[in-house]
T-cell receptor
Framework: GIQVEQSPPDLILQEGANSTLRCNFSDSVNNLQWFHQNPWGQLINLFYIPSGTKQNGRLSATTVATERYSLLYISSSQTTDSGVYFCAVEMGGGFKTIFGAGTRLFVKA | SQTIHQWPATLVQPVGSPLSLECTVEGTSNPNLYWYRQAAGRGLQLLFYSVGIGQISSEVPQNLSASRPQDRQFILSSKKLLLSDSGFYLC??????????FGQGTRLTVV
């Protein structure tokens, strides 16, 4: 099956710093989403981005489907950005959304 | 607007006891429904998905089963819980090939 790899696995930032999270996938995908899991476990939708670039406030994402990767940019990080960021993909013709292992982010005040 | 309800939020059950977790979706029809499990400090593992009433696809052989008795209801069950069934269970829905939305999860501890 499709492999989804996220890097780095862990990241510690000083408040105000910028960061880039990466998601590589092993096969062509129909859909790609980025989620933030908060300390209470809730998964919050950040981006639905099978291709192209999107921005939402301090966050932006880019997916290059032909090269099988997606990037999540966090600018001017805040302590509330802490948590785990997941990339999830779905292969063509399927209904299954497969998750990467996540990047655990901690933003220090 | 669409909403997803998942309950209970937390559950402590003894080994060997049965389990029933329920998930319902409002504001949409014929959604694809999913059950995921997350072990502590790990990613999400897809357990079951359903594209319609009575249609269940299982991804991982295990001690659990799923049922979809109504269009917007998805139930995760076990006849006899194992210690290894402990984890955070999340229900999700989507329509067609669009983004998925998750419930708030059930934290299950088997003791």
């Amino acid at each position: 099956g499709i492999q989804v790899e996220q890097s780095p696995p862990d990241l510690i930032l000083q408040e105000g710093a910028n960061s880039t999270l990466r998601c590589n996938f092993s096969d062509s995908v129909n859909n790609l989403q980025w989620f933030h899991q908060n300390p209470w476990g809730q998964l919050i939708n950040l981006f639905y981005i099978p291709s192209g670039t999107k921005q939402n406030g301090r966050l932006s994402a880019t997916t290059v489907a032909t090269e099988r990767y997606s990037l999540l940019y966090i600018s001017s990080s805040q302590t509330t950005d802490s948590g785990v960021y997941f990339c999830a993909v779905e292969m063509g013709g399927g209904f299954k959304t497969i998750f990467g292992a996540g990047t655990r982010l901690f933003v220090k005040a | 607007s669409q909403t997803i309800h998942q309950w209970p939020a937390t559950l402590v059950q003894p080994v060997g006891s049965p389990l029933s977790l329920e998930c319902t979706v409002e504001g949409t029809s014929n959604p694809n429904l999913y059950w995921y499990r997350q072990a502590a400090g790990r990613g999400l593992q897809l357990l079951f998905y359903s594209v319609g009433i009575g249609q269940i696809s299982s991804e991982v052989p295990q001690n659990l089963s799923a049922s979809r008795p109504q269009d917007r209801q998805f139930i995760l069950s076990s006849k006899k819980l194992l210690l290894s069934d402990s984890g955070f269970y999340l229900c999700a829905w989507r329509t067609g090939f669009t983004e998925a939305f998750f419930g708030q999860g059930t934290r299950l501890t088997v003791v």
